[in-house]
């Protein structure tokens, strides 16, 4: 009785069409054949090559001869074949070390800009601490670093959270800076932490002076990074370019700390004052290390 698997496969053949059937008969009987002269070849070179070792100590004699020259253009095959699949592996290798010099380098290349950025970041956090420590150097006020560990996202209250309170000295009232000009003002404190006004807030205004002209003003913040300078008459000369610095009234912050510089003067028909721009001296994007001044702590208006 017949097995299963050549009922299956004559009944495959029944229902392949017939140029398929042809086809697949075809290829079949090339392979068949390939192998078989493929096999005659190896048996044909495996005896030369039998017959020339078993030779290779007598006299080179007609025999020799004859199977030497015979197997002569087989060996330059296979020594044709085994170079072409040599040279094949070489490439290959060759292509593998490539790739894996290219996957080195692009590690290197990462790796050197990764150590690019971080020297970047290490030089302008240095200038930065620098300039706080010439700051503190210079100042004859005592007091105390912070760090900025937080910020308030409300557009009113524009603020910061900074590491230190009470037990650290900061209190209410007492006015925050770093070596390029004013950040704000200490508005809450707990014993181990405190939220910092930024002077950009809008709720926030400062009496500030134009350094040459020593013409004073009302500095307000936007929620942005710009300030508007207010109560200012028309007839005052500004100009931009002009530097801006704190006024020193009403205890807020020292006289003289650097606030900005007016980049935009516009006078209107209408009012009494003009109407003022200043880019802060501070880059309030990039804040990080600050300074509390010590003053005497009141609480916050």
């Known amino acids: 009785m017949p097995d299963s698997s050549s009922e299956l496969r004559f009944l495959l053949l029944i229902h392949l069409p017939s140029d398929e059937k042809n086809s697949r008969r075809q290829s079949k009987s090339s392979i068949n054949t390939f192998r078989f002269f493929l096999f005659i070849g190896t048996v044909i070179t495996f005896a030369l090559i039998l017959l020339i070792i078993v ?76 300039k706080l420590l010439d700051f503190k150097e210079s100042s004859n006020q005592p ?10 996202p409300s ?17 209410k009232g007492m006015p925050v800076v770093t070596g390029e000009g004013i950040v704000g003002q200490v508005y809450a404190s707990s014993s181990d932490y405190s939220k910092v006004l930024l002077a950009i807030a ?62 935009k003067v516009t006078r209107n028909r209408r009012g009494m004052f003009l109407e003022i721009e200043v880019v802060p001296a501070v880059d309030f994007k990039t804040l990080e290390n600050l300074l509390v001044i010590e003053r005497e702590k009141k609480e916050f208006n």
Not at 143 to 152: L, M, N, S, V
Not at 155 to 171: E, Q
Not at 221 to 246: M, P, S, W
């Open 143 to 152: 007091t105390i670093t912070a760090q900025i560990i937080g910020k308030d």
């Open 55 to 130: 030779l290779g100590d007598q006299q080179f004699g007609p025999v020799h001869k004859v199977v030497f020259e015979g197997a002569g253009p087989l060996q330059k095959g296979m020594a044709k074949i085994s170079r072409s699949i040599h040279s094949v592996k070489r490439k290959y290798i060759d292509l593998l070390t490539v790739r894996e010099e290219k996957e080195r380098l692009w590690r290197e290349l990462q790796e050197c800009r990764t150590t690019a950025y971080a020297n970047r970041g290490a030089v302008a956090l240095n200038a930065r601490l620098r």
């Open 202 to 263: 809008p709720s926030s205004a400062i009496d500030v002076l134009l350094q040459d002209s020593r013409i004073r003003g009302i500095l307000k913040g936007t929620g942005t990074n710009l300030y508007h300078l207010e109560y200012i008459l028309k007839t005052a000369e500004v100009f931009v370019g002009d530097r801006v610095v704190t006024a020193g009234y009403g205890g807020m912050f020292p006289t003289g700390l650097p606030v900005g510089i007016v980049s």
């Open 155 to 171: 557009l009113w209250f524009r603020s910061v959270i900074i590491d230190r309170g009470t037990s650290d000295g900061v209190g």
